[in-house]
Nanobody
Framework: QVQLVESGGGWVQTGASLRLSCVASAPILGTMGWFRQAPGEEREMVATITFDGIPLYSFSASGRFTISRDNAQNAVYLQMNNLKPEDTAVYYC???????????WGQGTQVTVSS
């Protein structure tokens, strides 16, 4: 099982930016990405990225968030711009050590956006 360590969450005001980082304990050949869970809501996909760097965004993230990864560092990042109160959630990093295998999850990092 791969260990994932997230960082970069925090409290910001509407319109601000944050950059989340996640570093894996081993090389990741499969998809990496970010999910989030707001209070009382189901966990939802925010963005994912393949080993070759092909991104996929949720509708709410598209145009505001940018996902990237550094395979040499076993890391994935989420640049979040123009944050809104509805972005408030715990953000979880996910990674598939090998393609088409079960994903490992990080512990989560809290993002709070105040109006």
């Amino acid at each position: 099982q791969v260990q994932l360590v997230e960082s970069g969450g925090g409290w910001v005001q509407t319109g601000a930016s944050l950059r989340l980082s996640c570093v894996a304990s081993a090389p990741i050949l499969g998809t990496m990405g970010w999910f989030r869970q707001a209070p009382g809501e189901e966990r939802e996909m925010v963005a994912t990225i393949t080993f070759d760097g092909i991104p996929l965004y949720s509708f709410s993230a598209s145009g505001r968030f940018t996902i990237s990864r550094d395979n040499a560092q076993n890391a994935v990042y989420l640049q979040m711009n123009n944050l809104k109160p509805e972005d408030t959630a715990v953000y979880y990093c996910i990674a598939r050590e090998l393609p088409h295998t079960a994903a490992d999850w990080g512990q989560g990092t809290q993002v709070t956006v105040s109006s």
